[in-house]
T-cell receptor
Framework: GEDVEQSLFLSVREGDSSVINCTYTDSSSTYLYWYKQEPGAGLQLLTYIFSNMDMKQDQRLTVLLNKKDKHLSLRIADTQTGDSAIYFCAESHYNAGNNRKLIWGLGTSLAVNP | KAGVTQTPRYLIKTRGQQVTLSCSPISGHRSVSWYQQTPGQGLQFLFEYFSETQRNKGNFPGRFSGRQFSNSRSEMNVSTLELGDSALYLC????????????????FGPGTRLTVL
């Protein structure tokens, strides 16, 4: 089956680190993604990781992948109020005709308190 | 470069009506994908068009259809609207077929908020 799960809410204080977790079921996933959605704006791709990697760092963002447990996390260091948004985890999944489609989690709403 | 634009941004329709949404991709992008976003179901893939042909589709009924024009602009049509069609409809463009391998070149528009009464 195809399923991506993430916790719905996370609240942190400004300056702390945020960790958003995601689990997925498709062991054939090749890429896993993190997107950010702010009110009134479209989805913005934050970062992605190839399934043969276990970590990727990009400035304040660190992605950790545990392929055995099918667990993905996004760590935001020094979280700022501008990081308040909904964060989506997504995996690419084989669709009919050898195409792929993205399977999405329901999103984690991150609230950053000053 | 201008981003992905979607029109209209907001739409209110009644049950049984039909609706057409429009998406203009980033200049030079040939692929347009459509997604439905609702609080309960999250983001669901509708279909992808590339070079005026539907290349990939999700699990939606035939009431949902689309097309792509020679300038890569795309339209999505929903006929016989139901209350459950109320959602944010997002389109995304990419230079290549997004459903091929990697989605890291895919950029999203701001969406059209459809309310069905």
């Amino acid at each position: 089956g195809e399923d991506v799960e993430q916790s719905l809410f996370l609240s942190v204080r400004e300056g702390d680190s945020s960790v958003i977790n995601c689990t997925y079921t498709d062991s054939s996933s090749t890429y896993l993604y993190w997107y950010k959605q702010e009110p009134g704006a479209g989805l913005q791709l934050l970062t992605y990781i190839f399934s043969n990697m276990d970590m990727k760092q990009d400035q304040r963002l660190t992605v950790l992948l545990n392929k055995k447990d099918k667990h993905l996390s996004l760590r935001i260091a020094d979280t700022q109020t501008g990081d308040s948004a909904i964060y989506f985890c997504a995996e690419s999944h084989y669709n009919a005709g050898n195409n792929r489609k993205l399977i999405w989690g329901l999103g984690t709403s991150l609230a950053v308190n000053p | 470069k201008a981003g992905v634009t979607q029109t209209p941004r907001y739409l209110i329709k009644t049950r049984g009506q039909q609706v057409t949404l429009s998406c203009s991709p980033i200049s030079g992008h040939r692929s347009v994908s459509w997604y439905q976003q609702t609080p309960g179901q999250g983001l669901q893939f509708l279909f992808e068009y590339f070079s005026e042909t539907q290349r990939n589709k999700g699990n939606f009924p035939g009431r949902f259809s689309g097309r792509q024009f020679s300038n890569s602009r795309s339209e999505m049509n929903v006929s016989t609207l139901e209350l459950g069609d109320s959602a944010l409809y997002l389109c995304a463009s990419s230079p290549r077929l997004a459903g091929g391998v990697n989605y890291n070149e895919q950029f999203f528009g701001p969406g059209t908020r459809l309310t069905v009464l």
